[in-house]
């Protein structure tokens, strides 16, 4: 009864400590939610018109002769402008390149055969990112292709948008991203998100909808302690001259981690 209890605690201390910053409780937040993604897309873009007809969440655009790209959230209002947002918690996740793939990614899915290039939908990639990516201390970057020599925007209708979650001042913006960084559904701003994160932190039904996320957690932690495992048994092979070699075959870590593992040693 004691272990079931200790699995319970940990379960509830999970439900009760995840942010909308979480990429899975995200997309359960998000799936089919047509008012919060509309609120999210209107404050990013400051823009009260949008009107959100459809959205989803973990859409995989296959590509047949290259990588496919799957989207955390997927939109569309009502002009048929396709929006798709990203959560990512580390720089490498939220690259430009990346950026520059999903605007093509989703160009390519849209743009039916035998339509004209002109029919195009607008297409916004937003990566909401847990740091300030492009380090220049702003919320928002909002990056459009221009033309070098005049300035001009070339209005080809392709957007990336970058929202830095670390900026959380009074301003709606600011309140969005405290609320994406919120555990307490009690104390977030928008009432559309709030609702949503609610049902799944004190609802029976949203407590059962929420194991496959602290399955996952689960499985991460076990992760990352068994990597940490590793790291200190390579720590004192390397104190006791073991080669490289060995010690990625005894550990399973990668020759650039136990050679970054040296490196601290010997400095």
Known sequence: MQNV???????????????????RFMN?????????????LRVILKNDKIKVRKVSVQQWLQNLYGHSAQLDI??????????????????EGASVQRARFYCGALDMHFLDRGKKYETLPDAYVIFITETDVLKNGRPLYH???SVDETGEAFGDGSHIVYVNAACQDDTPLGRLMQDFN?????????????????????????????????????????????????????????????????????TKLSLEEVRALAAKQSA
Not at 76 to 89: A, K, L, M, P, S
């Open 28 to 40: 359960k937040v998000f799936d089919g939610n047509i008012p919060a993604t509309q609120r999210i």
């Open 182 to 250: 919120c555990n307490d559904p009690a104390k977030m701003h928008y009432k559309e998100l709030a609702d949503r994160v609610n049902y799944f932190k004190t609802s029976k039904e949203g407590e059962i909808d929420m194991t496959d996320i602290i399955e996952a957690y689960a499985n991460n932690k076990a992760e990352e302690a068994a990597h940490q495992s590793n790291v200190e048994i390579a720590k004192n092979l390397l104190a006791e001259g073991m080669s490289e070699d060995f010690i990625v075959r005894t």
């Open 143 to 145: 990056i459009q292709r």
């Open 74 to 91: 997927l939109a569309e209002d009502e002009h048929g402008t396709q929006f798709n947002v990203e959560i990512q918690r580390s720089d």
């Open 5 to 23: 209890m200790e699995r319970y605690q940990t379960f509830r201390q999970v439900v009760d400590d995840i942010t909308l910053m979480n990429n």
